[in-house]
């Protein structure tokens, strides 16, 4: 059974760090391209950024580059997402995906549909 565990959410005051966690299992997880959506209350699920298989190609959308940076360790079967000089705007559940490519896909990235998803952890930025 696939199972994908995220950790790590919790409130930062606003110029503040977290660093995400999600911990894969029941998967290959390292042969496909993972991810991390985020959904604010009230808003629609939002992709944020993915990364390759081997860690190698990533993608931000604009709105986080230089401020978040996706990672993952294929043989702790586990997946990052350090997040730094949050904002109020970061506010939301954060959840951890996998894709069902095992290829990089490039700009397509952006709107590939996951086929694994997880509970999600909930960050709360405060001004």
């Known amino acids: 059974q696939v199972q994908l565990v995220e950790s790590g959410g919790g409130l930062v005051q606003a110029g503040g760090s977290l660093r995400l966690s999600c911990a894969a299992s029941?998967?290959?997880?390292?042969?496909?391209?993972m991810g991390w959506f985020r959904q604010a209350l009230g808003k629609e699920r939002e992709f944020v950024t993915a990364?390759?298989?081997?860690?190698?190609?990533?993608y931000y959308i604009d709105s986080v580059k230089g401020r978040f940076t996706i990672s993952r360790d294929n043989a702790k079967n586990t997946l990052y997402l350090q997040m730094s000089n949050l904002g109020p705007e970061d506010t939301a559940a954060y959840y951890c995906?996998?894709?069902?490519?095992?290829?990089?896909?490039?700009?397509?990235?952006?709107?590939?549909?996951?086929?694994?998803w997880g509970q999600g952890t909930q960050v709360t930025v405060s001004s």
């Open positions: 995906t996998v894709y069902p490519e095992a290829f990089w896909p490039g700009l397509q990235i952006r709107s590939a549909r996951p086929n694994y």
């Open positions: 029941g998967h290959s997880f390292g042969l496909y391209v």
């Open positions: 990364i390759s298989p081997g860690g190698g190609l990533t």
